[in-house]
Structures are given as C-alpha cells and as structure tokens.
C-alpha cells in the first residue's frame, strides 16, 4: 500500500508518523503526490514534543528509471545550488520518495489574473522574468557534470527523439481529428525537420517540460519540479516550451520582452547571435507545438483527462500565429497543418473567441444604446461639438451616408480632427482585445438626432477597423433602422 510505505518513511525520517496524508491533484503524469502533515508541538503530547514535525511531500512513481532520473538530478541540482526541492527519503526499490515541500503556489497559478485577461502586472511579469533568467543556469550550471546517462528514456535529444515526438503527433492527435494525409510525404518532412532541429545540438541540460506548471513560487521565487523528463540538448526547446505552453496566453509583446531577458541571462554563459537565435527558435515553437499537441490527443481524448482537452484550442491557436510566416523546409506539413487549423471543430471554436466590435449611432434624446453582452464599458463618443449640418434645411432629408452631408462634414474639417483622436483610442483597443482574446467591444457614437455627425462617424469607424484588423464589425444605426454586418476575415 502506497500510503502505508510513505508513512513509514516519514516515520523513519522524521521519529514519528504523520498526523495526517492527504492525496494532491494529479498531474498529467502517472506519479501520486501526496502532503504528509506533521504533528504540531505539543500538540496533545505536553512539553515532550520540542517543535512541530516537518511536512512533507511524498511521490509514488510507476516508472523506476524515471523515479531514478528525478532523484539522480535533484541530488546534482541541489549541489549546483538550483532551486528545486530537496529529496529526504527514498524507498529500497526507489519507488516511493519523500521530498521538501515548496507549498502550493504554481507560478501558473500565480499568474493567473494575466492569464486570463492577457494584461500582466509588475508582479506577475517580476516572477516571469526571474523565471526566465534563471534557465539558463539550469541548461549550463545543471550540465555540469552531470551523468546523462541517468537519464530517462533518452540521454539526449537526437534524432530518434525527435521522429519519436513527431510521430506521437501523427498518431495521437492528427489521425483523431479524421484528417486524410500521405504518411510518406509527412514522414520526408518529419526527417527535414529532424535535420534542423539538430543543427543546434550542445552539451546543456535540456528540461524539456519547462512550463509554468512545473515551476513553484515560494518566497516569491521560482522552484523547479518535474524535470526528471530532461536530457542533453539545445537551449531554444525550452524556451519555446515555456514561452508558447498554450494555457498561459502569453502576449507577443510579453514573449518579446522574456525572450530579451533570457538572452541577456544567457550571454553569461556564451556569446548569442541573435538572427541566428531568433531563426532555430521558431523552429523549436512549431515542434514543441505539435509535440503538445500530441501530448494533449493522448491525455485527452485518449484517457479523458479535461485540463488537456481545454488546451487544445490554444495550442491550435498558437499553431495558426506560427504558420502566418512560412516554413519552406517543410511544405507538405505545413499543408496539413494549415488544413487542421481549419477543421471544423477548431474553426467553430476560434468563432466563438474572435472580436465583434459593435458600432452604433444614436440620438442621445432617445437614450444611449444597451449592450446586450452583459460586459458594459466600451466607448460612447459625443459627437455635438462637431458642426451640425443638421440646422440647415437643406440636409435635413440626409443622413451622414449621403454625399452632400459627407461633403460638409469633410470640408467643414472639425469631423476629421474628432474621429482623429477616435481612431487612436479605439485602434489601441482592439488591439489589445485580440491579444487578449477578448470577444466583444462596443463603440457608440451619439449626437442630436442620430442622423448626420453620430451616422457618419460610426460608418466611417467601423470600415476602418474591419479594413486594418479583420474583425467581425457589426454596425448599427439604431435611428435609421440600418443595419450592417462586416464579416470577420
């Protein structure tokens, strides 16, 4: 019995049983955690216990050879003074352990109010970036001189692991979908890629799961966990692990900033040639991509775990951004993923996510207009300072569609310079609503009537943003019972 065997550890570890065991969330390996609390002092025993009994950790593994990886590198990481939990106890046969316990804080969860708005805060970025600095002492300090051969179930990345990985793809999530495609053409391209990977081959430790998951925040500093998946290889798999692990909804101008940090850490170790980085580094996102993809076809649809099946969409997303610059290396391949990112169960799924923007006209004597998605906010622009054509008779029968009412509003100039001011605002936000993944913004231009200023400044708006963002614009103008849809591209 597990439970029993940890106990007893603990019991020979500490001088007395547990008070308590309680089993953890599993993770998306076959290993059982489970936190072995101690006693508090003096807890019901008078003044014979000196101090509360330590708690601790204790791991149960199916896997041998990997226990032995995770115990052989969390001995040489602690002597490199890397932040990763100290191993206490060990089982005779290695297939349970006691290690210290770092808590309960996930870096992923404690970064999770920019995960889910795609606007991080200094402190979250803080702990980002001291993450990211810290791995290239992990790939060179952790090298040193350790024994790859621990390692489980390669000792380095070569090119068995990598058709390996490939192939976990093609079986575990490619062929689910139902897609059609020619395995030997896909296998040619597999083997280019292979090829490429490859030509960045060096003697540092490659962690290989380096994600939010698998860092701990303890003192307001990263820990390290789960790295007995590691192996010799090239640095740039672990920083497209981490920088594009799907779930954390990392934005471009954020994965830009962390990738500068990283080299600057890493320059202490070895002169980098940024083209050349940039270049292999792209390369490593789109395989660590459809690894993972792989990875979340087995898991999920296979053994029906939902956090692997909630991940799907973004690693499709992610796989989308990577093929908007070709890969000419491999152009079978990427004519079948382009071809999956339009599946329908994917395409659906990025429907439902996409930005609308609703663009309304209104008289702001019949009321602002409601906003029927229950978010509030957005824009509502007054457009009344603006000369109204309106106090003319003559463009009384027009609206702001109509050409005499264009032409007055456009040579009158006052329009241009508001819509100037407009245009800065809302462009910023959508942007930063489709980095965010964000679905709904509502901009609403009122003046007198809702029929000359309000009606042409929202037309004019709304065939801006559909023109430069290839949003879906749905444009309303609510007095003239006019409605118009811009459909997405």
Not at 134 to 157: T, Y
Request: charged content about 25%.
């Amino acid at each position: 019995m597990i439970t029993e065997i940890l106990q007893q550890l603990y019991a020979e570890t500490v001088g007395r049983a547990p008070a308590s065991i309680t089993e953890l969330a599993a993770s998306g390996s076959n290993r059982r955690y489970f936190r072995l609390a101690g006693m508090p002092a003096d807890a019901g025993t008078g003044a014979s216990v000196a101090a509360e009994t330590p708690t601790l950790i204790g791991v149960s593994g199916t896997s041998l050879e990997e226990n032995r990886a995770f115990l052989y590198m969390a001995a040489h990481f602690r002597g490199k003074g890397l932040p990763v939990p100290q191993v206490v106890a060990r089982s005779a046969d290695d297939a349970c352990y006691l290690q210290e316990d770092l808590g309960d804080t996930l870096l992923f969860n404690a970064i999770e109010k920019g995960r889910t708005t795609g606007v991080f805060d200094e402190e979250e970025k803080a702990l980002l970036r001291k993450t990211m600095r810290l791995l290239p002492a992990v790939q060179f300090a952790g090298a040193d001189g350790m024994d790859f051969g621990v390692c489980s179930p390669q000792a380095e990345f070569n090119s068995r692991s990598i058709l390996w990985d490939l192939n976990y793809f093609k079986y575990c999530f490619l062929k689910a979908t139902g897609m059609e495609f020619q395995e030997d053409r896909l296998e040619d391209d597999f083997q280019r890629m292979a090829d490429v990977l490859l030509r960045s081959s060096s003697a540092t430790f490659m962690y290989r799961d380096f994600q939010s998951r698998n860092v701990m925040i303890r003192g307001g500093e990263p820990w390290l966990i789960d790295f007995q998946g590691g192996r010799k290889g090239p640095v740039y798999y672990d920083v497209a692990s981490f920088l594009w692990q799907a779930k954390a909804h990392y934005p471009e101008s954020l994965r830009k900033e962390l990738l500068r940090e990283y080299i600057d850490s890493l320059r202490k170790y070895q002169p980098v040639d940024e083209a050349y980085f940039y270049a292999q580094l792209r390369h490593f996102v789109l395989f660590r991509t459809m690894q993972v993809l792989g990875a979340y076809g087995f898991r999920g649809y296979f053994e029906k775990k939902p956090h692997f099946i909630q991940s799907v969409p973004f690693a499709i997303e992610n796989l989308r951004e990577l093929l908007q610059e070709p890969y000419p290396e491999y152009p079978y391949l990427c004519g079948v993923l382009h071809a999956l990112t339009e599946l329908k169960q994917f395409t659906d799924d990025l429907q439902k996510r996409r930005l609308t923007v609703k663009v309304t006209s209104f008289a702001y004597k019949k009321g602002i207009p409601d906003d029927p998605t229950g978010n509030g906010g957005g824009f509502v622009f007054d457009c009344r300072a603006v000369n109204n054509p309106g106090k003319y008779d003559r463009y009384k029968p027009f609206t702001g569609l109509d050409e005499p009412v264009i032409r007055f509003l456009e040579e009158d100039g006052e329009i241009q310079t508001f819509l100037e001011h407009v245009y800065a605002l809302t462009d910023a936000s959508v942007k930063r609503y489709i980095e965010r993944g964000f679905t709904s913004l509502s901009v609403c231009f009122g003046c007198t009537g809702g029929q000359h200023r309000s009606v042409y400044a929202a037309q004019h708006l709304a065939e801006r943003l559909h023109r430069l963002y290839g949003v879906q614009v749905v444009l309303i103008h609510r007095e003239q019972n006019i409605e118009q849809t811009f459909p997405a591209r």
